[in-house]
């Protein structure tokens, strides 16, 4: 009995029938020496991106560590079409959008990549939920912009490789309990158009270095809101890059430009409308994970 049972396993493995989740990084590294300059690299890829139905709604210079010497460029992306799609999946889904585009350079030259909704995605909406729309999406985008510059194609999977959607350990956690809820009002004719008029408003307004990227309304009962604080974003790409820094690699870390903005979220659940962001703790957990503990808790 017992020789036939480990024959039978043999043959399942053998065999191909154990299935073994996908391992997908946070970013997706479509090429590295990329031919021409900088700013030409960018005009390129949106161009492109526009031409084949993603509509560019923010690019910005991403702010780089002091002394980092190198550009990095973020630029944010929209499709109604698959935005709908991730929508129809549930509002906290909207976490999950839009997507984002990075330029950064090292000493090899100009690399181009993208935040990889195969990975993303399996986090914010589930390990089940919309996989081949995810996959096929990452496809899409990795072949948009492999034809629209010159240079070196690899296709590399880098950030932290995750093979579930779940982030676990130290500020890890169910995707949707880490949702943080900054104000809610009962909903009633016009408020969400109000609540959501004033978020932007005290954006626009505040005093603390927060600067709106991007508004974006893909639905008449959901706004997201994109933004940044330069010294935020150098420091997270400093920490993101400490362990992988050397002579030879001066600032690594900006190869996670495509993790901000940060979404500040507007929509209705239950009867209410809320204001919602991600916990600070597990949006960095999700997207610099391997940075490691150390860096992180910093």
């Known amino acids: 009995m017992k020789k036939s049972i480990l024959v039978a396993l043999a043959i399942l493995f053998l065999t191909g029938a154990v299935v073994r989740a996908e391992d997908y990084g946070v970013y997706l590294k479509v090429a590295d020496k990329v031919e021409g300059s900088f700013d030409d ?88 939920t919309a996989t081949e729309l995810s996959v096929s999406t990452m496809k899409t985008l990795s072949e948009i912009l492999a034809a629209s510059v010159k240079g070196n194609m690899v296709n590399k999977q880098i950030g932290e490789i995750r093979n579930k959607g779940k982030v676990g350990g130290m500020g890890g956690g169910d995707f949707r309990d880490k949702i943080e809820v900054i104000y809610k009002k009962e909903d009633a004719p016009g408020v969400f158009q109000d609540i959501a008029a004033k978020v932007k408003e005290g954006i626009l307004a505040n005093r603390e270095g927060w600067k709106l990227i991007y508004t974006l309304e893909p639905a008449g009962d959901l706004a997201i809101y994109g933004v940044n604080k330069p010294e935020i974003e150098a420091r997270a790409y400093g920490i993101a ?5 050397s002579e030879d690699y001066r600032c690594p870390g900006i190869d996670h430009a ?40 910093k």
């Not at 330029?103 to 390990?127: H, K, Q, W």
């Not at 209410?272 to 150390?294: H, I």
């Open 41 to 128: 690299s960018v005009k390129k890829i949106e161009s492109a991106l526009n031409e084949n139905g993603w509509k560019v709604i923010a690019s910005y210079n991403a702010s780089v560590p002091e002394g980092c010497g190198f550009r990095a460029h973020t630029i944010v992306i929209h499709s109604p079409e698959y935005a709908n799609k991730i929508i129809a999946t549930g509002q906290a889904s909207a976490f999950a959008l839009p997507l984002r585009v990075e330029l950064y350079e090292d000493e090899s030259g100009i690399n181009v990549g993208f935040v990889n909704p195969a990975s993303i995605n399996r986090t914010m909406l589930g390990d089940d």
């Open 241 to 245: 890059g400490e362990k992988r820094q």
């Open 258 to 297: 495509a993790a901000f903005p940060i979404e500040v979220i507007v929509y209705k659940d239950k009867g209410m409308v809320k204001v919602v962001t991600l916990d600070e703790m597990y949006r960095m957990k999700v997207y610099f994970e391997d940075a490691g503990n150390w860096a992180f808790m």
